[in-house]
């Protein structure tokens, strides 16, 4: 296992593999990255994260069943980890005190 | 898992599919358990495209992305890693190897002398080759410089490439061309004597730009480059010559007197290094040459392009169409004045000057060159004399196999793999060649000098010296053998099963291999006979070129080169020499590959046709013996070149010209028209016809020759005919004659047999390479051949004994034992000899108008030694055994 610090992109995928539940396979998270973060994110790009982490023990993934679509080849389904779930804890923690850190005032100034 | 497509026929019809070349290069590299997740991922991207964007911009896609997910993570890992495992075993191996090495000293004699032999002429072929490349890689912008050649046509007929291109050519090009960062005309033959004080000493060089010291790399040691060739009479020296005129002190600034002018020293640069094309001593600024020449209207014309070579120096990426086409249009301009001579410019890359196309008129006699057909022959020479060593390892080894079952079959049972079996054979056979390396060396040094002086082009062109790169190749080279060496004991080694190995050694077929074991032998031995008998006929060959009838006399005739000198002094010296029998004076040597020519015509001629010259005075016909057909020798003595108008020819003339209406007698007092570089339409009259001889050498045709009476204003050489004794003592006179004449240069003279011989050097040089290969051929055939007796007499020994028991006479036996070898030996020169005859008969000797046809005598004395060496061997082995006690053989059962 790699170090296990949570990169933007990383937790992002995280998220959104959460947020699918079932369905999240590579296309799959690519196409809801796209909706929800406006990104052009690349396939490749999402199966090199997806790749890191499971390397990370964030995620963990099997096969699914065969489909026609596809090419007959079958999805690769993932969903989180014990770890990869408290890594989005801890992240979310981490910011959620930072927020509360910053008084009203400066956002009123600005 | 199957990463199939399925095959519903309404999809395949109607529906576009992702390229299948992309998807197997996924498959091909991908990691199995990523693959069909990324394929699938591919094709639902791919689907959607086809829907969005059609399916042409789909396709690109998904190949873009088959390229882009080759990353480290998804690719699998290469091979080499598994095989770096095995090679870890290699300790074992070596233990193992070294063992089997002492245990079968016979054997692993005949495997590392033979290998080493046979890579020595490896190693001398690397190292040729190496050096040959070597050459002009000190010049920092090689890669951009390059050489104008000339490709020529006059009146029609190609006269083939030349390396040199006209002054005007460099000019022009200086002038009209775009796209070329530098231009130089470097001119050949600059050979005079440079006194300083008293200090007199012959100095070799070209005349040359300034723009030189641009394009090419010689740095200097004093003086500035930049200028240092700019002004008229400025010379620039190497730091040998500058040494050798003016000693230990700086020679910048000094002058030096070349005949009567003096020369102003600009400069004194690094001697040239030894892998160069150009060599010379000095440069002389070429605003020199021009001054000398200035009233000479030749020395600029277009067609005067035989010792001026012109170099550029192209920018990086340079057009080269645009900079042909255009020096095709300054051709084409040039060409339009000229009626006689068409010539085109093109580029030769500097790499290819030292190895590539034939060039007439290289850079002066030194100009190293080496045609790629020849490397290409020598390798493929080099190659087959290595297989042959290969073959009497594989079938050595593969004979042998009988002792080495119960090892291979122990490794089996406890485990081995069959590429862990062929590992091991294949890490003995490189560990043998690399023992068979070391030996080699040793004999790779002692042959390097006989391989220099094989021919006295050899000297200037190839050092053979180790250079880092050649270890490496070496190396490489030596691993190379092994693997090929070990490639089939491997692979027989590792199909053996180790349930028969192990059970009952006698069961398991060891002559399974039989016929890829004779298979092999008749190769060799088809390889050695074609070596032997071509050794034989090129050598018979070589020597009815020496003895070849010309049509003239050449012996005891010595040619003295006057060197410049007037030949007077020496004439009347020599001739109150008692040892000297008859002289005479000519311009060149002919029959050694010379030439000098013009063009004649006559009135009966349509055009004019090229005839080869020589200058000689009155006495050359009879010393020479010539043979008139017509006429008689010259009856005029002029003294300049111009009142010369007598001319002799030979019998070609009178038919090319059609003088005479195939009667000599009738040509005499005919005129013709001359013309050449110096004479021009000058009438001559005919006083005498020679029969035909070989002016050029003997692969060229007879060709039309005219002598002219030579004058004190051609250069000179002193034929003298030598009747002696004791040759070196008169040619020790001859040289303190010589003394009184010219004490500056050493004294030169060569017998014309000599001449003639050296003018042959390449092909004595051929014979003698494929001879020495004819040699390793045989010994290597011969240890083969030895070691499979051996062991075949040894396996049979307890057959002979019975059948001797039985009442078999030893003859008997013995033609038993030999009777496979010998049908073997009889196939390899069923193939070999009738393989030779072709060869030279069709393709060596057609090249050869007049060449004695082969005789079967020269095939069958290679055919005769190889079988009395193979006799021999058999011989000895047999009748060994078939002496052998039976009853000690068997004693042991």
């Not at chain 2, 358990?33 to 690109?60: C, T, W």
């Not at chain 2, 050899?458 to 070496?474: I, R, W």
């Not at chain 2, 011969?782 to 049979?796: A, I, K, P, Q, Y």
Request: hydrophobic content about 45%.
């Amino acid at each position: 296992m790699k170090g296990t610090n949570l990169g933007e992109f990383e937790e992002l995928m995280l998220l959104t593999i959460a947020a699918l539940m079932e369905e999240a396979y590579s296309v799959a998270i690519c196409d809801e990255l796209v909706q929800h973060t406006g990104r052009s994110v690349k396939l490749g790009v999402v199966h090199a994260v997806l790749h890191r982490l499971e390397e990370k023990g964030f995620v963990e993934s099997q096969l699914g069943e065969s489909t026609k679509t596809r090419g007959g080849k079958r999805k690769r389904f993932y969903q989180l980890t014990i770890p990869g779930k408290a890594a989005l804890v801890r992240a979310k923690s981490m910011r959620d005190q930072l927020w509360d850190r910053i008084p009203s005032l400066v956002w009123k100034k600005a | 898992m199957s990463v199939r497509q399925p095959t519903h026929d309404s999809d395949r019809d109607n529906h576009p599919q992702p390229p299948r070349w992309a998807q197997r290069f996924v498959e091909w590299y991908c990691k199995p358990q990523l693959a069909e997740d990324l394929l699938g991922d591919l094709h639902e991207y791919f689907e959607r495209n086809v829907e969005s964007i059609g399916s042409r911009r789909a396709k690109l896609i998904y190949i873009i992305d088959a390229f882009k997910f080759f990353r480290p993570y998804t690719v699998r890992a290469p091979k080499f890693i598994k095989l770096f495992i095995n090679w870890i075993m290699i300790g074992s191996y070596i233990k193992t190897s070294g063992r089997n090495l002492m245990r079968n000293k016979l054997f692993s004699f005949i495997n590392i002398v033979g290998l080493a032999v046979s890579m020595s002429v490896g190693l001398l072929l690397i190292a040729f080759v190496l050096d040959l490349y070597s050459y002009d890689k000190f010049h920092e912008n090689g890669d951009r410089i390059y050489r104008i050649t000339n490709a020529v046509a006059s009146n029609g007929v190609q006269n083939g490439k030349f390396g040199t291109t006209s002054i005007k050519t460099g000019k022009l090009i200086r002038e009209k061309m775009t796209g070329v960062e530098e231009v130089a005309i470097l001119r050949s033959d600059f050979s005079q004597d440079a006194k300083v004080g008293d200090n007199v000493v012959p100095i070799k060089g070209f005349w040359a730009e300034p723009s030189l010291f641009r394009i090419f790399t010689f740095p200097m040691l004093e003086g500035n480059p930049a200028t240092a060739l700019n002004d008229p009479y400025s010379i620039v020296l190497t730091e040998t010559a500058a040494k050798k005129l003016f000693g230990n002190g700086s020679a910048l600034g000094k002058a030096i007197k070349f005949d009567t002018l003096d020369y102003q020293v600009t400069g004194v640069m690094k001697d040239v290094p030894f892998f160069s094309h150009i060599h010379f001593e000095a440069l002389v600024s070429f605003a020199t040459a021009e001054k000398i020449n200035k009233n000479d209207q030749r020395f600029e014309a277009w067609e005067n392009m035989y010792s001026n070579y012109v170099y550029l120096l192209l920018p990086e990426n340079a057009d080269k169409v645009s900079i042909q086409s255009q020096l095709d249009a300054i051709a084409r301009e040039e060409n339009r004045a000229e009626e006689r001579t068409k010539i085109q410019l093109e580029l030769l890359p500097l790499d290819e000057i030292v190895v590539g196309e034939e060039l007439r008129r290289p850079m002066g006699p030194t100009g190293p060159h080496m045609p790629p057909v020849v490397v290409w022959i020598l390798g493929g020479l080099a190659f087959v004399v290595i297989l042959c060593a290969c073959f009497n390892y594989s079938n050595l080894s593969m004979a042998r196999a009988m002792r080495r079952f119960k090892e291979v079959g122990l490794r089996k049972a406890i485990g081995a793999g069959k590429s862990q079996i062929r590992y091991q054979f294949l890490a003995e056979a490189i560990i043998i060649s690399l023992a068979a390396l070391l030996l080699s060396y040793a004999i790779f040094l002692l042959l390097r000098p006989q391989l220099i002086n094989i021919a006295p082009e050899m000297q200037h062109m190839v050092k053979l010296e180790l250079t880092p790169s050649m270890v490496v190749a070496f190396i490489v080279f030596s691993i190379a053998v092994g693997m090929v060496a070990g490639f089939m004991p491997a692979l027989f080694f590792s199909k053996v099963s180790a349930i028969n190995a192990l059970r009952n050694v006698s069961s398991v077929k060891v002559f399974q291999h039989v016929m890829v074991k004779r298979t092999l032998v008749v190769i060799q031995y088809t390889v050695t006979l074609i070596f032997i008998t071509a050794t034989a006929v090129g050598y018979v060959q070589y020597k009815n070129i020496l003895a070849f009838d010309l049509g003239f006399k050449t012996e005891n005739i010595l040619n003295i080169n006057m060197q410049g000198n007037n030949p007077d002094v020496l004439l009347k010296e020599l001739g109150e020499m008692p040892e000297v029998t008859a002289l005479s004076r000519s311009l060149i040597i002919t029959s050694i590959g010379n030439a000098w020519g013009g063009y004649m015509k006559s009135e009966d001629s349509r055009d004019s046709v090229l005839v080869l010259t020589n200058h000689v005075d009155e006495n050359y016909l009879p010393l020479h013996e010539h043979k008139l057909a017509a006429g008689g020798n010259f009856k005029a003595r002029p003294t300049t070149a111009n009142a010369a108008t007598e001319v002799i020819v030979n019998e070609q003339v009178l038919k090319r010209l059609n003088i005479g209406a195939g009667d000599p007698e009738k040509a005499i007092g005919e005129e013709i028209t001359f013309n050449s570089f110096q004479v021009h339409g000058r009438k001559m009259t005919i006083v005498g016809v020679m029969k035909d001889f070989h002016y050029g050498r003997v692969e060229n045709l007879i060709e039309p020759v005219a002598f002219m009476f030579w004058t004190p204003g051609d250069r000179a050489v002193i034929n003298a005919k030598i009747q002696s004794t004791d040759m070196v003592g008169t040619l020790a006179k001859i040289e303190s004659v010589w003394k009184k004449t010219d004490r500056i240069h050493p004294f030169q003279a060569e017998f014309y047999d000599k001449a003639i011989e050296a003018a042959y050097s390449e092909f004595s040089a051929m014979v003698k390479i494929i001879g020495f290969l004819s040699f390793l051929a045989i010994s290597i055939a011969s240890m083969g051949l030895f070691g499979m007796v051996v062991f075949t007499t040894e396996t049979r020994l307890k057959e002979i004994s019975i059948r001797k028991i039985m009442g078999a006479t030893s003859g008997s036996l013995v033609f038993l034992l030999s009777r496979d070898f010998l049908l073997l030996l009889a196939t390899a020169a069923l193939i070999a000899l009738p393989a030779t005859y072709v060869f030279f008969e069709k393709v060596v000797l057609t090249n050869f108008p007049y060449h004695t046809p082969v005789q079967i005598a020269e095939l069958f004395v290679g055919l005769l030694v190889v079988l009395l060496i193979a006799f021999i061997m058999i011989g000895s082995q047999t009748i060994k055994a078939a002496r052998s006690n039976p009853a000690e053989v068997l004693k042991s059962e």
